[in-house]
Structure formats: structure tokens, C-alpha cells
């Protein structure tokens, strides 16, 4: 990747001085946007940098070849939108009927604030935030709808329809075969919170996108829960760096709402184990981005953070940023800092870094009678264990190399 490049474009999404932009783009040649494309596409970024210089003016400062790229991802993404729209609708209005309690995350929700024209987002999936009572009336509804469980992991219980297919950079806007959508159960401790001080289903809001009405979470719910999935994401392999900018825009849209800023202040106050999260994912999407939150919520976020969560931001930021597809390990030295003090974090990191365990099976192969699509299902399967084993063993061996440096930068800062 042409990491100048990407330093660029990222300064295009953030500045507005057509001219000054239009000169840092001009000694970039046609091989440099290539080796920038997968990065462009798998950050999310793609279509968002389209409509920014189409807003500028500057579509120009694209080579023809990738400016026609770019303009064809997103025919293609409108497409799949509408595709998603139509399936959000379907789900939405069978959890209404079922008179079932439950709120609409992420996604289209995160229009307008977040995102002016969902068209110009990728998305994969529909989430939503349903109450654990609900949990099992929600699945016979999914199920009526041709899908089915497919995964569970905690409080998430994943579902998929359709038959499965390959996925590859040429067909990431095109609409899918298979459709997949989250369930997110209410957890237990917000569940237990919930008589005192109401859960995030006692609060959402209707929203309207596109003529349908359906539930959403309240504006500040919707916010921290940004900060808070950016945060998640900082500590596994790889950010999509478009949620940064989703999560500095919305910031960027409530700007001079003193009212909402003081709710999201109160919130962070009625639960300060967020306050890390919320700082760290504040910091590295406004410095990004050139958004700068209310000092309200500066000192209870990003100035109570700790020196070395501070000190490994302002180290690896970049590599957040910049991170390419299927990314690193250095989020272990964020866990490395967040977690020193836990006695199950030697074993848990060891087992990060070389899992003994393989990918889940995929469902449709199992239960097929095509014997051909077996094993070209049974080959897909080796490729990807192969590619994650080579994954895992050239990470590992940066995430250790750059520990001993990070303990050095460490030592010599507090020195």
C-alpha cells in the first residue's frame, strides 16, 4: 500500500480546501492508487471518498481508471442497499407483529447522522438489540423467514439464509447469495441495571429512513455504542477505519447540542468502566478525522485515560488506520496494558496469538447431497485454514518483535 496515498485520502474526508487537496493528490500516478485499491475498498472508505470529491470538485485528481472503479462500486452498493433495505423492512415488520421487543443497531440506523446516504456504506449484515425474553420468539420468526442459527458467541447469536459463497474484493458491493443478520441479547448485567436505571430497549426512539418507520436506540445510545464497537474492534485484528469516520461525523453532527452532550456526559458518569473505551475511541477518531468533542466530554473521557493506554494510541494509531486486510496482533499490547493485572491473560494471550482451534464448518456443505459442491466447499476450507495459519504465524512474530520495543519505548518514557 502507498501509505502517502492513504495519509491523503484520509486528509480529503477530513479538510476542505479543494485547492491545497487537489496539489497533495497531483504526484500520485495510476500504480500508486492501485496499490492503495484493496485498502480503499476493505476500509470502507471507497465510496465515502467518492462522494467526498465529488463534493469538492476534484474527481479529477483520480486516475479515469479508478474514478470509473469507484463509480461503478457504488451502481453496484445502491443496488445491494436497496436489496438490504428490502430485507430490513421484511425482518422489521415480522418482529412487529410478533409484538416483540427489540430496537434496530447500527446500519440503517446510523442515518443521517453518522452516514448521509446508507448507498454510500458498506454493510454485510443486519443487527439487531432484542430483550432475552424475546430471545426464542424471535428466533421462530427468523426461521419462518429461511433462516437459521448458524453461531453463538456470548449474548450474539448469529443467523444466515441462502446458500453460502466465496467472497473476493471483486464481488464486495455485489447483492449476495446469502443473507446474515446478529441478534444481540440484552446482557445480564444491563438486564440486572435495568429497574434502577432502564435499559437501552426502555429508551430507543422511532426513526424514519426512506418512508419506513422502525425502532432505533436514543441518540445517545447510539453514539456510545459507537465508541464502544470501535473499541471492541481496536482489540482484535482488524477496524474497518470507515467506523472511525462514522463515529467522528456523528460527533461532528451534534456539535452545538449542549443538551445532548450533558446526557451523554451523565450516561459515561453512571458507568465509568466505559470511560477507557470511550476515551480511546474518541482520541484515535478525532485526531483522524479533525473533530474536536465538547470539553465536557473531553475530561471524562480522554483526559482520564491512562498514560499507556495514552502512550499506545499515540504509538499505534497509524497501524489502526492504515491497517490492511486481515490485519495484525498489536492489539495484544493494548491487552497487554488493560489486562497486566488479570492471572488468566498469560494463557488467554498465548492462545491469541496461535489458535489450536479450527474455523466452524459451513452449515450449507454439511447438510448438501451435491457431492461436487462438497468438495469445493471441503477446498475453500483448506485455503482459508492455510491463509490463517500463515496469518497467525508472520503476526505473531511482528506482534513479539515489536513487544520488546514497545517494553523499551515504555521504559525510556517513564524514565
Known amino acids: 500500500?502507498?501509505?502517502?496515498?492513504?495519509?491523503?485520502?484520509?486528509?480529503?474526508?477530513?479538510?476542505?480546501?479543494?485547492?491545497?487537496?487537489?496539489?497533495?493528490?497531483?504526484?500520485?500516478?495510476?500504480?500508486?492508487?492501485?496499490?492503495?485499491?484493496?485498502?480503499?475498498?476493505?476500509?470502507?472508505?471507497?465510496?465515502?471518498?467518492?462522494?467526498?470529491?465529488?463534493?469538492?470538485?476534484?474527481?479529477?485528481?483520480?486516475?479515469?481508471?479508478?474514478?470509473?472503479?469507484?463509480?461503478?462500486?457504488?451502481?453496484?452498493?445502491?443496488?445491494?442497499?436497496?436489496?438490504?433495505?428490502?430485507?430490513?423492512?421484511?425482518?422489521?415488520?415480522?418482529?412487529?407483529?410478533?409484538?416483540?421487543?427489540?430496537?434496530?443497531?447500527?446500519?440503517?440506523?446510523?442515518?443521517?447522522?453518522?452516514?448521509?446516504?446508507?448507498?454510500?456504506?458498506?454493510?454485510?449484515?443486519?443487527?439487531?438489540?432484542?430483550?432475552?425474553?424475546?430471545?426464542?420468539?424471535?428466533?421462530?420468526?427468523?426461521?419462518?423467514?429461511?433462516?437459521?442459527?448458524?453461531?453463538?458467541?456470548?449474548?450474539?447469536w448469529e443467523f444466515r439464509a441462502g446458500p453460502a459463497e466465496a467472497s473476493s474484493l471483486s464481488k464486495l458491493y455485489k447483492v449476495r447469495s446469502q443473507r446474515s443478520l446478529e441478534l444481540h441479547l440484552v446482557p445480564d448485567e444491563e438486564q440486572s441495571e435495568s429497574n434502577r436505571h432502564g435499559d437501552r430497549l426502555s429508551r430507543l426512539q422511532l426513526q424514519v429512513w426512506n418512508g419506513f418507520e422502525f425502532p432505533a436506540l436514543s441518540e445517545c445510545d447510539k453514539l456510545l455504542g459507537q465508541a464502544l464497537h470501535l473499541f471492541k474492534h481496536f482489540q482484535t485484528e482488524w477496524t474497518r477505519t470507515a467506523w472511525m469516520l462514522e463515529y467522528a461525523t456523528a460527533i461532528r453532527s451534534y456539535r452545538d447540542d449542549e443538551s445532548f452532550w450533558q446526557e451523554i456526559v451523565a450516561a459515561i458518569e453512571a458507568a465509568p468502566e466505559t470511560k477507557i473505551g470511550i476515551g480511546v475511541a474518541s482520541l484515535i477518531a478525532s485526531r483522524t478525522f479533525g473533530v474536536v468533542p465538547p470539553a465536557q466530554f473531553l475530561a471524562c473521557t480522554m483526559d482520564e485515560l491512562p498514560g499507556r493506554v495514552r502512550l499506545w494510541v499515540g504509538r499505534y494509531e497509524d497501524e489502526l488506520v492504515f491497517l490492511e486486510f486481515p490485519g495484525s496482533k498489536l492489539y495484544l499490547l493494548l491487552q497487554d496494558v488493560l489486562l497486566q493485572d488479570h492471572p488468566d491473560w498469560p494463557s488467554q494471550r498465548r492462545r491469541k496469538l496461535l489458535p489450536s482451534h479450527l474455523p466452524p464448518h459451513a452449515i450449507e456443505a454439511a447438510h448438501s447431497n451435491d457431492t461436487w459442491l462438497r468438495a469445493k466447499t471441503a477446498c475453500t476450507r483448506l485455503r482459508f485454514i492455510w491463509t490463517r495459519l500463515h496469518f497467525h504465524v508472520t503476526a505473531g512474530l511482528r506482534y513479539k518483535i515489536e513487544a520488546s520495543r514497545w517494553k523499551r519505548f515504555v521504559a525510556d518514557f517513564q524514565a
Open 1 to 156: 500500500m502507498n501509505r502517502r496515498l492513504a495519509k491523503t485520502v484520509i486528509a480529503a474526508l477530513r479538510d476542505d480546501d479543494a485547492e491545497i487537496l487537489r496539489a497533495r493528490f497531483a504526484p500520485f500516478e495510476e500504480r500508486d492508487w492501485l496499490r492503495c485499491r484493496e485498502w480503499l475498498h476493505t476500509s470502507g472508505l471507497a465510496l465515502y471518498f467518492l462522494a467526498r470529491a465529488g463534493t469538492l470538485g476534484i474527481e479529477d485528481v483520480m486516475p479515469v481508471r479508478i474514478l470509473r472503479e469507484l463509480e461503478g462500486s457504488y451502481a453496484e452498493n445502491r443496488v445491494r442497499t436497496e436489496d438490504m433495505f428490502n430485507e430490513f423492512v421484511t425482518i422489521n415488520m415480522g418482529f412487529q407483529r410478533a409484538k416483540l421487543s427489540y430496537a434496530n443497531l447500527k446500519g440503517f440506523a446510523l442515518a443521517p447522522r453518522s452516514c448521509f446516504d446508507p448507498s454510500y456504506r458498506y454493510q454485510h449484515d443486519l443487527d439487531f438489540l432484542v430483550a432475552r425474553r424475546d430471545a426464542e420468539e424471535c428466533r421462530k420468526v427468523l426461521e419462518r423467514q429461511g433462516y437459521r442459527l448458524s453461531a453463538v458467541f456470548g449474548d450474539t
